[in-house]
């Protein structure tokens, strides 16, 4: 084997060796990880070879063809998991605000986008360009983090997930247009949403009559169904490049028709490992694409749209989503999550500067946004909680516009005095619905707070005490009378959030029992430190009771045919009800079952 042979090789393996360096620091600094994956970008790349000027050293990659290639196929394997994983149906109560508000929001990012363009003297079309990549925020970005911290499915993270398929439909469209601005007519846009349904509906024609027998009649074969669903995904790429739009939304067309597949959570499995290399190869490849040199000359036309980016755009967003009725703490979370430009973007870049219609300045200017704006997106959620806590007063104003209702959405008895003795349940969206069932069977007194309007407006519609409010605000638990509550529950498996509502209720009420919730092992034992009387570990929970059920299943044959006549009915009861969803992970409804079934 010749040189020449294993340069591409050679390429990714010092991609792979320098992230996995730097992820190591990272880790151990308790940093996120894309900026990690960034650094080594810049290291590798040509560029930093370049400012130390070392005589016949390039780089240590210094061909990005294939780099590239594999950063592509990243972003596509991400949005394909992302379509196996999402539930159109999840996003029905959040629908609204992801419709109207992402059409507002990126009208006004982009409008912002143009006027500075405009400022800095640069020609129409290129504003309109600048303004297109300010307005789009990274689907593989923000879904990556939210899918880290398990926030994927929380209220945040479906409004999140919403306004970035939105925007996904938008980015198509907007990519169709100015890639034939040349010879631009009326016609176009009505082409490419054509073109954009055809292959949507394509996905769920697939989904219901053609991929259903197919699958099942290789369902006896995981490794042939991991096969299949990739050959799947690259149908729908070609069909979405032959059709003028990016891979990466053939690969999510592609994770939706098979989505509906019992075998959905295999392919995923085995799919999640492919979709981590070529996404760490991605974030390497933008810090190797960053061109050191043109930082100085563009630094004002940097810092002006950075800050639209980081500031202006995360605070359009913020206003938006708090008029559709959404409390002040999930607004500026999704506000600050969509605080970066798009993979998109670049690709909008790269398209104007081949077309001929934006010079490499602008490509380099969108790359430097890029890098900074995604960098600072991974701490802004990653520490949300804190900077909300911060700076909340000067969100506090938004309470006033808001012109969808929230305020009074509560169902209280009309007298303080008559909620005594009672448990209040922060957070009834997934395991909490399963308490509200069992105290509601056995006549318990209790009320429930929850921070999304679908959620207690359905509560009211069943009679059960409830209000809209944040537990994150002292007014709110004061309202539920918690100086006299017996029990406080938390099922929101936020440990900023439970450790604060600790700290309040033993300030007041010493004596109350409180249950809250978290994710790992470490997060409980430092809640018991701050004086919780129980934690619930979900996943630990649902390990004892399968196996409890082992147990049972070893000593009588009877048992399993009882464990399923139980659960049948269950099942049927919950459906008929349509209280729970039936999609949320296994480890929620093993501990309903706990609850229900004791």
Same mark, same amino acid.
């Given at each position: 084997?010749?040189?020449?042979?294993?340069?591409?090789?050679?390429?990714?393996?010092?991609?792979?060796?320098?992230?996995?360096?730097?992820?190591?620091?990272?880790?151990?600094?308790?940093?996120?990880?894309?900026?990690?994956?960034?650094?080594?970008?810049?290291?590798?790349?040509?560029?930093?070879?370049?400012?130390?000027?070392?005589?016949?050293?390039?780089?240590?990659?210094? @061909?990005?063809?294939?780099?590239?290639?594999?950063?592509?196929?990243?972003?596509?394997?991400?949005?394909?998991?992302?379509?196996?994983?999402?539930?159109?149906?999840?996003?029905?109560?959040?629908?609204?605000?992801?419709?109207?508000?992402?059409?507002? &929001?990126?009208?006004?990012?982009?409008?912002?986008?143009?006027?500075?363009?405009?400022?800095?003297?640069?020609?129409?079309?290129?504003?309109?360009?600048?303004?297109?990549?300010?307005?789009?925020?990274?689907? =593989?970005?923000?879904?990556?983090?939210?899918?880290?911290?398990?926030?994927?499915?929380?209220?945040?993270?479906?409004? =999140?997930?919403?306004?970035?398929?939105?925007?996904?439909?938008?980015?198509? =469209?907007?990519?169709?247009?100015?890639?034939?601005?040349?010879h631009f007519n009326p016609e176009i846009i009505l082409v490419a949403l054509l073109k954009g349904i055809g292959l949507f509906s394509l996905a769920i024609v697939s989904s219901r009559y053609i991929l259903p027998s197919f699958i099942k009649s290789i369902s006896k074969d995981p490794e042939v169904i991991f096969l299949s669903s990739l050959l799947v995904a690259f149908v729908f790429c070609t069909l979405s490049h032959l059709a003028g739009f990016s891979i990466a939304i053939g690969g999510f067309l592609a994770g939706i028709s098979l989505a509906v597949f019992p075998y959905n959570l295999e392919i995923i499995g085995r799919v999640s490992s492919l979709r981590d290399f070529f996404a760490t190869?991605?974030?390497?490849?933008?810090?190797?694409?960053?061109?050191?040199?043109?930082?100085?000359?563009?630094?004002?036309?940097?810092?002006? !749209?950075?800050?639209?980016?980081?500031?202006?755009?995360?605070?359009?967003?913020?206003?938006?989503?708090?008029? !559709?009725?959404?409390?002040?703490?999930?607004?500026?979370?999704?506000?600050?999550?969509?605080?970066?430009?798009?993979?998109?973007?670049?690709?909008?870049?790269?398209?104007?500067?081949?077309?001929?219609?934006?010079?490499?300045?602008?490509?380099?200017?969108?790359?430097?946004?890029?890098?900074?704006?995604?960098?600072?997106?991974?701490?802004?959620?990653?520490?949300?909680?804190?900077?909300?806590?911060?700076?909340?007063?000067? !969100?506090?104003?938004? @309470?006033?516009?808001?012109?969808?209702?929230?305020?009074?959405?509560?169902?209280?008895?009309?007298?303080?005095?008559?909620?005594?003795?009672?448990?209040?349940?922060?957070?009834?969206?997934? =395991?909490? &619905?399963?308490?509200?069932? +069992?105290?509601?069977?056995?006549?318990?007194?209790?009320?429930?707070?929850?921070?999304?309007?679908?959620?207690?407006?359905?509560?009211?519609?069943?009679?059960?005490?409830?209000?809209?409010?944040?537990?994150?605000?002292?007014?709110?638990?004061?309202?539920?009378?918690?100086?006299?509550?017996?029990?406080?529950?938390?099922?929101?498996?936020?440990?900023?959030?439970?450790?604060?509502?600790?700290?309040?209720?033993?300030?007041?009420?010493?004596?109350?029992?409180?249950? +809250?919730?978290?994710?790992?092992? @470490?997060?409980?034992?430092?809640?018991?430190?701050?004086?919780?009387?129980?934690?619930?570990?979900?996943?630990?929970?649902?390990?004892?009771?399968?196996?409890?059920?082992?147990?049972?299943?070893?000593?009588?044959?009877?048992?399993?045919?009882?464990?399923?006549?139980?659960?049948?009915?269950?099942?049927?009861?919950?459906?008929?009800?349509?209280?729970?969803?039936?999609?949320?992970?296994?480890?929620?409804?093993?501990?309903?079952?706990?609850?229900?079934?004791?």
């Amino acid at each position: 084997m010749d040189v020449v042979s294993i340069i591409p090789l050679y390429g990714v393996g010092i991609v792979l060796a320098a992230a996995a360096v730097l992820a190591y620091f990272s880790s151990r600094l308790k940093q996120p990880l894309i900026p990690a994956y960034i650094i080594a970008g810049i290291i590798i790349g040509p560029e930093l070879a370049g400012l130390l000027n070392i005589p016949g050293y390039a780089g240590l990659v210094s @061909d990005h063809t294939l780099i590239l290639t594999l950063s592509e196929l990243g972003i596509t394997f991400l949005l394909f998991v992302v379509g196996m994983e999402i539930d159109l149906s999840r996003l029905k109560d959040v629908g609204l605000v992801v419709t109207f508000g992402t059409i507002a &929001q990126v009208f006004a990012s982009f409008s912002l986008g143009v006027f500075a363009a405009v400022y800095f003297g640069y020609p129409f079309m290129t504003a309109i360009y600048l303004g297109l990549i300010v307005a789009f925020s990274s689907t =593989m970005v923000v879904i990556k983090i939210l899918q880290d911290k398990n926030e994927l499915d929380t209220l945040h993270g479906r409004i =999140m997930l919403g306004f970035l398929l939105m925007q996904d439909v938008l980015v198509v =469209m907007a990519l169709s247009v100015v890639g034939n601005i040349d010879h631009f007519n009326p016609e176009i846009i009505l082409v490419a949403l054509l073109k954009g349904i055809g292959l949507f509906s394509l996905a769920i024609v697939s989904s219901r009559y053609i991929l259903p027998s197919f699958i099942k009649s290789i369902s006896k074969d995981p490794e042939v169904i991991f096969l299949s669903s990739l050959l799947v995904a690259f149908v729908f790429c070609t069909l979405s490049h032959l059709a003028g739009f990016s891979i990466a939304i053939g690969g999510f067309l592609a994770g939706i028709s098979l989505a509906v597949f019992p075998y959905n959570l295999e392919i995923i499995g085995r799919v999640s490992s492919l979709r981590d290399f070529f996404a760490t190869i991605f974030f390497v490849s933008l810090g190797m694409q960053l061109v050191l040199a043109d930082i100085a000359v563009l630094a004002v036309p940097i810092l002006v !749209f950075s800050f639209i980016v980081l500031v202006l755009k995360p605070l359009i967003t913020t206003t938006i989503v708090t008029i !559709f009725g959404y409390e002040g703490r999930t607004a500026f979370i999704v506000g600050t999550g969509l605080a970066q430009v798009s993979e998109f973007s670049l690709i909008l870049a790269m398209l104007g500067y081949v077309t001929g219609v934006l010079p490499m300045e602008i490509v380099s200017l969108t790359t430097i946004i890029a890098v900074i704006t995604i960098t600072m997106t991974s701490y802004f959620i990653r520490f949300h909680n804190a900077l909300y806590s911060t700076f909340s007063g000067l !969100f506090k104003p938004l @309470d006033y516009v808001r012109l969808f209702g929230t305020r009074g959405l509560e169902n209280l008895p009309k007298e303080k005095a008559k909620i005594v003795d009672h448990i209040i349940i922060c957070g009834a969206h997934t =395991m909490g &619905q399963g308490i509200v069932e +069992v105290l509601d069977r056995f006549n318990k007194s209790f009320v429930v707070v929850d921070y999304n309007p679908a959620v207690i407006k359905k509560l009211i519609d069943r009679g059960v005490h409830c209000m809209y409010g944040d537990i994150g605000h002292i007014e709110v638990l004061e309202k539920m009378n918690f100086k006299q509550a017996r029990m406080i529950i938390s099922s929101i498996p936020d440990i900023d959030d439970n450790k604060l509502l600790i700290e309040k209720c033993r300030e007041v009420n010493p004596n109350t029992d409180i249950f +809250v919730t978290a994710n790992t092992t @470490d997060e409980a034992l430092e809640l018991y430190d701050e004086g919780a009387d129980y934690v619930i570990l979900p996943k630990l929970i649902s390990s004892e009771r399968i196996g409890s059920y082992l147990g049972q299943i070893f000593t009588s044959k009877k048992v399993v045919d009882e464990l399923k006549r139980k659960e049948i009915i269950y099942l049927e009861r919950k459906k008929e009800e349509q209280i729970i969803d039936e999609n949320q992970p296994d480890y929620l409804r093993h501990l309903q079952r706990k609850i229900v079934y004791g």
